[in-house]
């Protein structure tokens, strides 16, 4: 299923936020949404996955969700939103409960599940038992039970230390790797950009517009950290946002 964002603008009562966005997400590719902080990524986002209307322009779904899929768009957050009382697989049960699926049928999801985000050894941990980088896992693992056919990220390693970022990084390449998802991905950090995305879309300081879209060819599996090509693209996306930047960081002080 593929995504298109036609013409979308909107407006927070006499702030504009965002102003005419047109982007297509095809199916199977890693679109990650960078730009200045205030610039309208998380609000994009929004307007994607159907948790908000734009004051103008549409959102088409194009495609049929892939076979099985419970619910075509999901959410991946920063916080992990974890019931601390459930287990791994309970906290993964819960989104079948609300399909209906349960017994042999959500143990089956869940086992291929786990297997997948290897959780497998942790089914019957509480969240407070996990490391932050577990806890986003079981959340990425959780998205995937329903097999949607797109799931939106909304700067879900930005809470995590660096070396967890770089695992969970290999650790959604592997996932993408094995069976290819379709992704939009909000982050303030470009490393993660170029290490994930097919596909980076740059938006301006606020009024967010499409500033630049930044296609990087080499496949997944190939990128490393320290690669000249990636810290190169990198370095580009950087050049692009550096004075928007600077200029939105100094209007987020005197507020």
Request: net charge negative; aromatic share 4%; hydrophobic share 45%.
């Amino acid at each position: 299923m593929d995504i298109i964002v036609n013409s979308l603008s909107h407006c927070y009562g006499s702030t504009e936020v965002l102003r005419d966005i047109s982007l297509d997400i095809p199916a199977g590719r890693v679109v990650c949404l960078v730009g200045p902080s205030g610039c309208g990524k998380s609000t994009l986002l929004r307007f994607i996955g159907g948790l908000e209307c734009p004051s103008k322009g549409e959102v088409l779904q194009v495609g049929n969700p892939p076979k099985g899929s419970l619910n075509p768009l999901t959410f991946v957050f920063q916080d992990f939103a974890l019931l601390p009382w459930r287990t791994v697989q309970g906290n993964i049960s819960l989104v079948l409960e609300d399909h209906g699926i349960r017994g042999a049928a959500a143990r089956d999801i869940i086992g291929d599940t786990l297997a997948r985000t290897k959780l497998s050894d942790f089914a019957d941990a509480l969240p407070k038992q996990l490391s932050g980088g577990m806890k986003q896992r079981v959340a990425i693992a959780r998205a995937l039970a329903v097999k949607p056919a797109v799931m939106l990220l909304d700067e879900p390693l930005s809470a995590l230390d660096a070396q967890t970022r770089e695992l969970l990084m290999d650790d959604l390449v592997s996932l993408w790797t094995r069976q290819p998802f379709t992704a939009v991905y909000v982050t303030h950090n470009l490393a993660e950009a170029v290490r994930l995305g097919h596909k980076v879309v740059v938006l301006s300081r606020r009024p967010g517009r499409l500033r630049e879209i930044v296609e990087i060819d080499t496949p997944l599996a190939d990128r490393a950290a320290g690669d000249a090509e990636l810290e190169k693209v990198q370095k580009q996306l950087w050049n692009l946002m550096r004075d928007e930047a600077r200029a939105a960081d100094e209007e987020l002080v005197d507020v």
